[in-house]
């Protein structure tokens, strides 16, 4: 059972699954670790987009790749305009009030997703979705190669982001010293707001590289973002390289135990690695730096 | 919180009371329509229409359905005067609570018989339903043993259930493998993990054994699952001779072109009740992927002229003639012949006309029908295998129409 031919090959798989876990991952820390909002509407969002570039993809016949051109700044748009105008707004900056709204954002775009699409699981057939490109001794399908690199692509965009541009800066600003910051000059409603949008940008960009290899269905999205909420946790709260890091860890473990226990309990190994965490290094990986 | 649809909300209480009363009011002047006109049956079409199995589902409809304009186009019930079918057509959302929340509508509506139901888990709870109210309930698809084991007089099974689909698949089995001189002795099974693949592949388990096979490993997933990579590993690890897959449609699919694309090629792909392996919508769109694989499963009879029209004119609707389509339309045909007999709508005169049915006039190989506590005893199996581009009957003797081609040629 141990031997390499199945160990590489369920190793670079989980690799590649997991990417797509740190890149919900990624919207959900950015949020947390700037605004502190526990944002229990991100699977409802990567629902959304899910079903965005299914009906791209199935009405227009436009490849998710390209979806994601148009729906990454759509969510931004999206992400923002929730931030500014509604969870802001409503929450009167409190965390339950954070918490209920964007549980209440759950709800609605669920059901609304329910009410329209009804419960039928869909999935979209790419021609090129079972080619693949042969690495060492394992045969890695194409859509997941391409998400894999897009999301060290976007992680590495994401960390220069945040770490050379103004706004990037005025985001960890915030997040450092939130009235510091005002007294500054920095416009903190518009840097929340930014700051949503990019995690919702996230959740668009991942929708687009699920869709080929994934089903969506109204609930698709909250499978993730169980295994986020404890990728950002693993890997610090806040941190971007923790969440890659995290999203690997996870994807990889997830995949190897599942070759152990089975696909029904391949979840257990996350879980277990996650108390694992929380007993040894309570702060993550790595820490709560942003 | 994907059970809030099956909530009672305020406004489809007002609504499915409303329609009560007005069931209850229609019911009390029935009798003064029964003198007018020749009264419409009204029966009740349950199939998961939405949801994981929604592809069955609609296949299963589709069937019953043309079955229904069938019956009515021919001038309907002859024995009742001509009365027409009037389906109510119910959608179980792929999961048990919704087959049981559609019956209890159906009941509320007053239909005399429910058809249909296709998943096992499906077709037990709600004919369990059905029986408290001793709505007669013909089982479509379903093939879990104790739907007709619960002693329920209500339900009936047209098609065959696992004991006998396994006693087939195995006896058909060893039979190919000797003929093929006992290329295969290490089994694979992967099956799903709801009652229909758990049920199969505990089967599979107790009698491989005793008939020279080893199970090397039996692995479960749930549905949907949307990835394989990591069972066809384990098929990669195991190098067994044969795999076995038990699961739905989407499942099976994906699992057949994962073992492709990772070039895993066992000696065989034998499926018990495959949920694509001959599916005429599986061959078509993956050829490759679907090429050698067996499968024991439902069939219509090849030699009766109506199955081949319907086959046609299934095909002409851009459809694909699965087995969810003419077991259906038989089990239609079944029940119009039993309220024929029963001489209206009454429940208990339904439940007694089918225990009592001869019925030979569907599409399958059975024989003349008859029911033996719920189960119809001629029903059977066939095998069948995909061989260039098309779905071959390979056994029994007398419908093949190919031999089987084992162990899978080398690529």
């Known amino acids: 059972m141990l031997s390499p031919v199945i160990l590489v090959p369920a190793v670079i798989n989980g690799l590649m699954a997991g990417a797509v876990y740190a890149l919900v991952a990624l919207g959900l820390t950015l949020i947390y670790g700037v605004l502190h909002i526990i944002n229990f509407a991100h699977g409802a969002l990567l629902t959304a987009a899910m079903f965005a570039a299914f009906f791209a993809f199935t009405l227009f016949g436009i490849d998710p790749y390209l979806t994601a051109i148009v729906l990454t700044p759509l969510f931004f748009g999206t992400g923002y305009a929730l931030q500014r105008f509604i969870i802001g707004p409503a929450a009167h900056g409190e965390d339950r009030g954070f918490l209920l709204v964007t549980l209440g954002l759950a709800v609605v775009i669920e059901n609304t997703l329910l009410y329209f699409f009804r419960a039928d699981t869909r999935t979209i057939n790419l021609p090129y979705a079972f080619d693949v490109i042969e690495i060492g001794p394992a045969f890695v399908a194409v859509p997941r190669v391409i998400a894999f690199a897009a999301v060290i692509a976007v992680a590495i965009g994401l960390w220069a982001f945040m770490h050379w541009t103004d706004t990037g800066k005025a985001i960890r600003a915030v997040a450092k010293e939130k009235l510091g910051a005002e007294l500054c000059g920095i416009n903190v409603a518009h840097i929340y707001g930014v700051t949503f949008g990019v995690g919702a940008a996230c959740v668009a960009i991942a929708a687009c590289l699920l869709i080929p290899t994934y089903y969506v269905n109204p609930t698709a999205g909250e499978a993730f973002v169980l295994i986020a909420f404890t990728i950002v946790v693993l890997g610090g709260m806040g941190s971007i390289p923790g969440a890659l890091l995290g999203g690997l860890c996870v994807g990889v473990v997830e995949s190897v135990s599942s070759i152990f226990l089975g696909q029904s309990l391949g979840q257990i190994g996350i879980f277990i690695m996650f108390i694992a965490v929380l007993l040894a290094r309570p702060s993550g990986l790595f820490g709560a730096r942003l | ?411």
Request: aromatic share 8%; charged share 20%.
């Open chain 2, 1 to 411: 919180m994907s059970r809030w649809p099956f909530r009672l909300s305020r406004r489809k209480f007002l609504r499915s009371t409303a329609l009560g009363a007005t069931a209850a009011a229609g019911f009390l002047h029935a009798p003064a329509i029964l003198r007018a006109q020749s009264a419409a049956a009204k029966i009740g079409v349950l199939h998961p229409v939405s949801g994981a199995l929604s592809y069955s589902g609609q296949q299963g409809r589709l069937g019953a359905t043309i079955a229904i304009d069938d019956i009515n186009a021919a001038g309907g019930i002859k024995a009742l005067g001509g009365a027409k079918f009037d389906p109510m057509l119910g959608d179980a959302q792929s999961t048990p609570d919704g087959g049981n929340a559609e019956v209890e509508k159906m009941n509320a509506a007053g239909v005399c018989a429910i058809v249909g139901g296709y998943a096992s888990a499906i077709c037990l709870a709600a004919s369990q339903t059905a029986a408290r109210y001793d709505l007669p309930y013909v089982v479509d698809v379903g093939v879990v043993d104790s739907i007709v084991t619960r002693g329920l007089k209500n339900t009936f099974r047209f098609g065959p259930g696992f004991g006998v689909i396994a006693k087939t698949a195995l006896d058909n089995l060893v039979a190919i493998n000797d003929q093929a001189g006992k290329p295969a002795k290490t089994v694979m099974i992967v099956h799903e993990d709801s009652a229909f693949g758990a049920g199969l592949a505990k089967l599979l388990n107790t009698q491989l054994p005793d008939r020279g096979f080893q199970v090397l490993e039996t692995v479960p997933h749930p549905t949907p699952t949307r990835e394989f990579e990591n069972v066809v590993l384990k098929i990669k690890a195991q190098n067994p001779d044969l795999v076995i897959p038990a699961n739905y449609y989407n499942e099976y699919v994906l699992l057949a072109r994962t073992m492709q694309q990772q070039r895993v090629r066992p000696k065989g792909i034998y499926s018990v009740l495959g949920g694509a392996a001959s599916s005429y919508k599986f061959v078509k769109e993956f050829p490759e992927a679907a090429q050698y694989i067996m499968d024991c499963n439902h069939w219509f009879d090849p030699k009766n002229p109506k199955a081949m029209d319907l086959k046609k004119r299934v095909e002409d609707k851009g459809q694909f003639y699965t087995y969810e389509v003419y077991m259906n339309y038989s089990c239609i045909l079944l029940l119009a012949d039993a309220i024929g007999r029963a001489g209206g709508t009454d429940r208990a005169k339904i439940t007694d006309a089918l225990a009592g049915s001869t019925f030979s006039g569907h599409l399958m190989p059975y024989g003349p029908t008859k029911f033996i506590d719920g189960q119809n005893q001629g029903a059977a199996p066939v095998n069948t295998q995909v061989l260039a581009n098309d779905i071959q009957v390979i056994l029994p003797a007398q419908f093949a129409s190919a031999r089987p081609v084992f162990p899978i040629p080398p690529a």
